[in-house]
């Protein structure tokens, strides 16, 4: 993944976005220190996907989620 010149790290708090237009749900968190994002929804074609990150903030890692995306059970709306 291509880094943008001179890019500042930006940080962003774990959290859960559910796009309705999209049927897409975003799932930013942070395992084992490193930051981490689940793309899952009906919409997409391969099954859910999932971006790592090293703490640099650059790409580690990306494919198929293994298991099944599970919606937790703190989540409420907003």
């Known amino acids: 993944m291509p880094i943008k010149p001179n890019g500042a790290l930006c940080t962003i708090r774990?959290?859960?976005i559910e796009d309705q237009a999209s049927g897409l749900i975003l799932q930013f968190e942070c395992a084992d220190g490193r930051p981490r994002l689940?793309?899952?929804g009906r919409s997409l074609p391969f099954g859910n996907r999932e971006i790592r990150f090293d703490r640099e903030g650059r790409?580690?890692?990306a494919g198929t989620?293994?298991?099944e995306f599970r919606r937790?059970?703190?989540?409420?709306?907003?």
């Open 14 to 16: 774990e959290q859960i």
């Open 38 to 40: 689940v793309i899952a």
């Open 59 to 61: 790409e580690s890692g």
């Open 65 to 67: 989620l293994v298991g």
């Open 72 to 78: 937790p059970n703190w989540l409420k709306p907003v």
